[in-house]
């Protein structure tokens, strides 16, 4: 790799082929799969690899078992997308499973395997066994191979710790033509004739979630500012058990788990989940986490049971070595008692639209990974599903064109005028006007500001969590929307907003205060775009008057056929797609 961690030390470059902002598996494979004559950027918050995708623990779905196919694999994902799929992504998405396997496999990733063939396991909503794995620790083992592949290719620098403050679009055509990046204690802009937004997703809008501390929505949340199409934000998934113990952070315990076995009961040892869908613990994930809601609201508790003693011993120290182990640390023995477990916020449906090629409504901007709506995954996603399509969808990048063609693909699939205009250095200065550097030495009461943007960080997930999360009503969301419209208010009125916000294009920001550092303004970043996002996923709720997928309100408990369409969001504007159904 060109740069392992790059040095900012007044040496970062101006400009790219291709930035790359995420370095989960999106944007990992994304980064790999591009034409190596292009110069990448690769931006990550952190060191690699730390990403939702490292953290996935369940497997990658693909139809290569004898008694599956693909058109089996599309008509589960049809089933638990709760007829917002898009039939032909959904599709693509299905036939080509199997040979990003290959590539995976190829790249050097260790599943496991029962024999000389791949091994396969059931996880809820799948008609087969068809979910690859690498013990419970899968998404380690896929980011770990591709972040070790990305270091020794020379075409991709890694910028990191670095952080994307906002899109970069030509005044006059409207292309995206870079970012503006915090990297240090400075801002800089930096050019690239590509930008694909691989920053996953928006876990931590909520109090209760299983994401890690990266996953604040920043790649929808800077998409929306720019005037990005948008849609579905109010579908968001949340997993029916993650560890439910006071100390403990959310651990998520693998839908394998249930697939191989194990049951969810309540106190008395009573397997309820039968009682709200005849699938029990295989139900789709929405079904069973609202189920363990409903349950517990009854019974006054605060977790349930999941118990994995049917499973043989021999076959749990096989397959869930992590879980074992996280438990043991919480004085947890999986052997010999059900671990406690309750639902927390676990993947977005929503995002960017994107198409099969990941463009968005911005030419020379796209999106891949959980930060993107291809399609695929409805109002509720089928497990397993998400690191298939991080892979599928970054492969397309390999289509990328040069020159004059970047933004075009091969194909012949398209009419859009996507192409940047090539522009020389000189041209390029003179886009970019008097270049300036702004040292600031001074800000109105810091600690007062940091203060400010601390509390705003702890209270907004915990109001999102009991007006937005696994059930919703109409009071509740207007009274969080206005509470949150307050918090973006008082946001942007602190002076380091100001002038962060009024940092025009060409502008190097330099913070020369010893109070101030990455942390600080990376921290102010992710709060200014988590109020942006809690705000999004509020409207988009309100806005939906029905129960569908990973979106369920106790105003309307059921689904309309009126409403089988998109919740589409540009800016300011929210409006209905035509039916799906229609389509």
Not at 271 to 291: C, I, K, M, N, Q
Not at 472 to 482: N, P, S
Request: with cysteine; charged share 20%; proline share 5%.
């Amino acid at each position: 790799m060109a740069n392992d961690a790059f040095s900012w030390q007044g040496n970062l470059p101006d400009r790219f082929d291709v930035l790359v902002v995420g370095a989960g598996a999106a944007g990992l494979y994304a980064a790999l799969c591009l034409p190596e004559h292009f110069q990448v950027g690769l931006i990550g918050k952190e060191a690699l690899p730390i990403s939702a995708s490292d953290w996935a623990q369940g497997g990658i779905a693909a139809a290569i078992a004898p008694d599956d196919s693909p058109k089996l694999h599309v008509e589960d994902t049809l089933s638990a997308g709760a007829g917002l799929c898009d039939f032909e992504a959904v599709k693509f998405l299905a036939e080509e499973a199997s040979t990003c396997v290959e590539s995976l496999v190829k790249m050097g990733v260790s599943f496991d395997r029962s024999g000389e063939n791949l091994a396969l396991t059931l996880e809820a909503a799948h008609s087969r066994r068809r979910v690859l794995h690498a013990a419970d620790t899968t998404g380690r083992a896929v980011v770990g191979t591709l972040a070790a592949l990305v270091r020794k290719q020379k075409n991709i620098t890694l910028l990191s710790p670095a952080f994307a403050l906002s899109l970069w679009l030509n005044p006059e055509t409207q292309h995206c033509q870079g970012i503006s990046l915090i990297c240090g204690s400075q801002v800089n802009w930096v050019r690239a004739e590509t930008v694909v937004l691989a920053t996953g997703g928006g876990g931590q809008i909520f109090s209760q979630t299983t994401n890690p501390t990266v996953s604040t929505g920043d790649g929808v949340a800077i998409a929306w500012r720019t005037g990005v199409l948008l849609r579905d934000l109010e579908f968001f998934q949340f997993h029916p058990t993650a560890l439910t113990k006071a100390g403990a952070p959310r651990f998520l315990i693998s839908e394998a788990v249930r697939g191989e076995g194990a049951h969810l009961v309540d106190d008395k040892g009573y397997r309820f989940t039968f009682d709200y869908h005849p699938s029990g613990e295989l139900a789709p994930r929405d079904v069973v986490s609202r189920a363990i809601f409903r349950h517990l609201q009854n019974t006054g508790e605060d977790r349930v049971w999941l118990d994995l003693r049917p499973i043989p011993a021999e076959r749990i120290r096989h397959r869930f070595p992590n879980i074992i182990q996280v438990c043991a640390q919480w004085g947890i023995d999986v052997f010999q008692e059900p671990v406690p477990v309750s639902p927390a916020a676990h993947y977005w449906m929503g995002g960017i639209v994107a198409d099969r090629f990941n463009r968005t409504s911005i030419p020379g901007l796209y999106a891949v990974g959980e930060t993107a709506s291809t399609g695929v995954h409805g109002a509720n996603r089928l497990a397993s599903n998400s690191l298939l399509e991080c892979l599928v969808f970054g492969a397309q990048m390999a289509h990328l064109k040069e020159e004059g063609e970047m933004g075009r693909w091969g194909d012949g699939e398209t009419g859009r005028g996507n192409e940047l205009e090539g522009i020389s250095n000189e041209e390029f200065g003179a886009v970019l006007g008097d270049i300036s550097n702004i040292t600031i030495e001074n800000l109105e009461n810091w600690p007062h500001q940091q203060a400010i943007i601390q509390e705003l960080r702890r209270e907004l997930p915990i109001l999102m969590w009991h007006s937005a999360g696994i059930c919703r009503g109409q009071k509740a969301l207007e009274d969080a929307i206005a509470q949150v419209e307050i918090w973006r208010e008082l946001l942007a009125t602190l002076p380091i907003s100001q002038t962060l916000l009024n940092l025009q294009p060409g502008q190097t920001l330099n913070f020369s205060l010893p109070d101030i550092d990455n942390l600080d303004l990376r921290t102010w970043a992710e709060t200014y775009n988590l109020l942006d996002v809690g705000y999004l996923i509020l409207k988009s709720a309100a806005f939906r008057i029905e129960s569908r997928g990973g979106h369920y309100r106790l105003d309307y408990p059921l689904s309309d056929p009126d409403w089988c369409s998109h919740t589409l969001v540009r800016l300011d504007n929210w409006s209905k797609s035509p039916s799906i159904r229609n389509q």
